[in-house]
């Protein structure tokens, strides 16, 4: 008895596996029915799922809304939902979409508390008012063995200054390269 219960058909796998792949889906379609509207601008989702998950929380009616909620799963079966979490996730945490930006500033803040005020004069967003206190703060927080506080707040600072230049940047890069060009 056993050893019918271990083996599947591949038929029974198939399904099994079509009907996690169907949960999955529904599970996802059910966050992001739930997120607030600020989380949802900051998806890095394409236009075509953008608008499905728009038409999907247009609906009021709870009836209506589950079904919809039903629908936008059906939708989120071509997309990469590992991508698609992983994104919701960074979002929601801190506001960010990329992973890149975050492994950035991590590595500005560590900087920043190893080698002090040195380092604020390489930083991309300069060495800005509130960055040397705040370095200076995640310092002495460090050395006392105090919690994360400054550390966290030298965080927000970094990924601040760091979304702001390479919104200059995407923004400003075309105007640079006719200049360049001009010369």
Do not use: Y
Not at 86 to 98: D, K, L, P, S, Y
Not at 119 to 135: H, K, Q, R, S, V
């Amino acid at each position: 008895m056993s050893d019918s219960d271990d083996h599947e058909s591949r038929r029974q796998i198939a399904r099994r596996e079509r009907r996690d792949a169907g949960d999955r889906s529904a599970r996802v379609a059910h966050r992001l029915m739930k997120l607030p509207e600020s989380v949802l601008g900051k998806l890095d989702v394409e236009e075509e799922l953008r608008g499905a998950i728009g038409r999907a929380r247009a609906v009021i009616s709870p009836i209506a809304r589950r079904r919809a909620e039903r629908t936008l799963a059906g939708d989120l079966r071509g997309v990469d939902l590992d991508a698609l979490e992983t994104c919701i996730a960074n979002v929601q945490a801190t506001g960010a979409t990329e992973p890149r930006l975050l492994h950035l500033a991590e590595q500005w803040r560590a900087r920043f508390i190893e080698e002090g005020s040195a380092a604020a004069a390489e930083f991309p967003g300069g060495a800005a008012d509130p960055l040397p206190a705040l370095i200076q703060q995640a310092r002495r927080e460090r050395d006392t063995g105090k919690p994360p506080g400054a550390a966290r707040a030298l965080f927000r600072h970094v990924i601040a200054a760091l979304k702001a230049q390479s919104t200059e940047t995407s923004t400003a890069a075309p105007a640079d390269d006719r200049d360049t060009d001009d010369d």
